[in-house]
């Protein structure tokens, strides 16, 4: 996580400061790098919630043209096809679509996205991991494939483009949002981590 932010030098050069022992006060150097650090984790903490915010409310707006959808099919018993209209369209990026409507990444999250999880001995990133999970699942063909791409195309729909889609495409396209969902949020945790250890850090050198 902290070479995902960019801030393993700020705690490097923390860690490599003399140790303070009982009573002595934290110095300026330190308390300066601390701040720096706790402000770029604050930060990308923020540009997390923004991303939930944006993906929660496009997660509202598919659950609203599902029910729309519903109602048609009870009535002429057959599913019916509509737009999605104003909404975020945050699977684009993550297929190399232009995105629409706050639905880019911050770098924070985005970084986060494509590097290749620590603990796992694989070299996938963490966007190839949802979209191998999403193949898996059959939510999607292969996106090597000529019906991989016209799904993708109808999973990151756009506002310019004013898609009709159909109530399965709207299901996938909320399950696999959940699942970015999940993943980003994962990224609070990962920062919690990161600050219980600065704080383990320094109640060492109290010691």
Do not use: C
């Not at 923390?14 to 308390?31: F, I, K």
């Not at 099919?73 to 629409?100: C, M, S, T």
């Not at 019906?147 to 506002?159: A, D, P, Y």
């Amino acid at each position: 996580m902290s070479s995902e932010l960019g801030v393993t030098p700020l705690i490097e050069r923390l860690y490599r400061l003399p140790e303070r022992g009982v009573g002595v006060t934290m110095s300026l150097e330190a308390l300066s790098l601390r701040q720096e650090i706790t402000e770029v984790v604050l930060g990308a903490s923020l540009e997390v919630d923004g991303v939930i915010a944006e993906i929660d409310s496009e997660l509202a707006q598919i659950n609203a043209i599902r029910t729309v959808l519903s109602l048609i099919g009870l009535r002429q018993q057959r599913g019916g096809h509509k737009a999605l209209g104003v909404a975020p369209n945050l699977l684009a990026r993550l297929f190399d679509k232009k995105p629409e409507f706050h639905s880019d990444y911050p770098a924070e999250v985005w970084t986060y996205l494509n590097a290749v999880p620590p603990a796992e001995s694989g070299k996938e990133t963490r966007r190839a991991q949802l979209i191998k999970r999403w193949t898996e699942l059959g939510r999607i063909e292969s996106i090597e494939t000529p019906k991989g791409q016209r799904k993708i195309e109808l999973l990151t729909s756009s506002i310019s483009q004013q898609r009709s889609l159909t109530i399965d495409v709207l299901d996938d396209r909320g399950a696999m949002l959940a699942d970015v969902r999940a993943q980003v949020s994962l990224i609070k945790r990962d920062l919690s981590k990161l600050m219980l250890a600065l704080r383990s850090r320094e109640a060492e050198e109290k010691k």
